[in-house]
């Protein structure tokens, strides 16, 4: 198996496996994968200095004959360019969410999906985002024009809250779906042939590997990092802007892959006091009641439509924070599994506006999908991957009332 394993890696970087084992999706793994695979080739040297800190030294003779893809030259550049005097601590990498970041992260991701394209491993991305935007569009305009051609108030009324629901439901997969590219035969092939590797050899490999591991166990290391089975590697190295949407957990000695959704419009009011997502849907139900009675002689389809949505929605979100309210938060422990941090939409002109948003995923080590958890910032920043934390977390809409993190190596000892 080592030997076909040896085989395959001149098929593909590191980068492109991560993208191709996590189905056409690029995650920040890749770029960890990357810094490692470049030191593993001899263009830089990894070093473990203390306990998750890693300095990067870049070689001022790289190897001859070793030609660097794009995305990989990339790197270097970055590495490069945050060097002083050739040294640059691992953790003074990360790219941040920054407009520039964002920028630097898209090269990143299509120069990886070109190596594909190349490679016949992807075809383009996906046009799934833009069916389903246009899928919404249509549903809200059906809607108004099949309330204006039914006979019957409440029929109308009906029709016009199942379009806006529908539309608002394709809206929120539109960004869920962006940024995946489609693979070919090939590209699910191989990306099936990887993961049967991560099952027989890259998950023997011993959990508290550091990156400087590296000079021993070569490039193997780097594929490892890419498919997400050595997470103590990926500690402290660069990694992407974007939101992760998968990771892998290790459960009763066995990884497995868990998909991760950070809430921003659904549920309502999640990660908020509950005081505070009460008062307000309790006047969105008063607003809408008031709409709906006192239309109710002379309907207005389009006007009651909304303030139907309105009343489910604010319904809802009611009800939740009352539970919340009444009910005492449920306890959570284990590991931090991934961080995010939500600035606003990148189409959005006025981002800067947008209040920023803390989310930290604890493995829970039952459910195969996992909630990121709104935090504050100051424990966002004390939280890192690997690490371990309690939370009291609110049942309904998952308010943190307090968290406990402890560092990784504290938790070891």
């Known amino acids: 198996m080592e030997r076909v394993m040896e085989r395959v890696m001149e098929e593909a970087s590191p980068a492109l496996v991560d993208l191709l084992v996590h189905s056409g999706r690029l995650t920040g793994d890749a770029l960890a994968a990357t810094v490692v695979d470049l030191a593993a080739r001899g ?11 890693v300095l990067c030294r870049i070689r001022h003779l790289p190897p001859t004959g ?7 030259d990339q790197v270097l550049s970055l590495l490069r360019s945050r060097a002083v005097d050739g040294v640059v601590p691992a953790g003074a990498l990360g790219l941040g969410v ?25 075809r383009g991305v996906s046009p799934l985002p833009d069916l389903l935007a246009l899928l919404s569009v249509v549903a809200w305009f059906g809607a108004i024009a099949a309330a204006a051609l039914v006979d019957g108030a409440t029929l109308s009324t009906l029709l016009v809250g199942v379009g806006i629901v529908v539309g608002m439901a394709l809206m929120l997969g539109v960004d869920a779906a962006a940024g995946r590219a489609l693979l070919t035969p090939a590209g699910t092939n191989l990306g099936s042939r990887w993961l049967t590797m991560r099952e027989q050899v890259l998950d023997l490999l011993p959990d ?6 590296v000079t021993v166990r070569g490039r193997t ?32 000695g066995i990884w ?20 505070t997502t009460v008062l307000p849907s309790l006047a969105g139900v008063a607003a809408a009641g008031a709409v709906l009675w006192s239309t ?50 990148h189409w959005n002109p006025w981002r800067d506006l947008v209040p920023r948003r803390w989310y930290v995923v604890i493995d829970d080590g039952r459910s195969s999908r996992l909630r990121g958890l709104r935090v504050s910032e100051d424990a966002f920043h004390q939280a890192h991957r690997g690490d371990l934390a309690s939370v009291r977390v609110g049942r309904a809409q998952g308010f943190v009332h307090d968290i406990v993190v402890s560092h990784a190596e504290v938790a070891r000892s």
Request: hydrophobic share 40%; with cysteine; charged share 25%.
């Open 221 to 252: 290391l780097a594929y490892a990092c890419a498919v997400g089975t050595a997470p103590s590697v990926a500690r402290g190295l660069p990694r992407g802007p974007d939101s992760t949407r998968e990771a892998w957990v290790r459960r009763g």
């Open 98 to 122: 920054t407009d520039e970041a964002d920028r630097w992260w898209g090269r990143f991701r299509h120069a990886v999906e070109d190596e594909g394209d190349a490679s016949g491993l992807t």
């Open 208 to 213: 508290e590997l550091g990156p400087a591991a």
């Open 43 to 53: 263009h830089v040297h990894l070093e473990q200095v203390g306990p998750g800190e």
């Open 296 to 345: 109710r002689a002379g309907a207005d389809p389009l006007l009651d439509g909304a303030a139907l949505v309105l009343l489910v929605v604010a319904g809802s979100e009611l009800v939740a924070g009352l539970y919340d309210l009444v009910t005492s938060p449920r306890a959570i422990q284990g590991r931090v599994v991934a961080r995010w941090l939500f600035d606003g939409a």
């Open 256 to 275: 497995r892959r868990v998909r991760l959704r950070y809430p921003l419009r659904m549920p309502r009011g999640w990660g908020r006091p509950p005081l």
């Open 66 to 72: 070793d030609r660097l893809l794009d995305h990989e």
